[in-house]
């Protein structure tokens, strides 16, 4: 397993669905749309979204 950051590239907007696809092993489009389907449930999954964004590393290569 990779540690838990946001790649360079495979990203849409911030790369944090990226970053945690690739560290569980999970396709990238799958994290997305379990993103996207969770974002119609009440709750902070947005937020989550934005603090991983601003707290993951950018993965350098």
Do not use: H, N
């Amino acid at each position: 397993m990779t540690t838990l950051s946001r790649p360079r590239q495979d990203r849409v907007i911030a790369g944090v669905c990226a970053g945690l696809a690739q560290r569980y092993g999970w396709k990238p489009s799958t994290v997305r749309i379990v993103f996207v389907l969770s974002c119609l449930l009440p709750g902070p999954q947005f937020l989550i979204y934005l603090a991983l964004w601003l707290i993951l590393p950018e993965r350098g290569y």
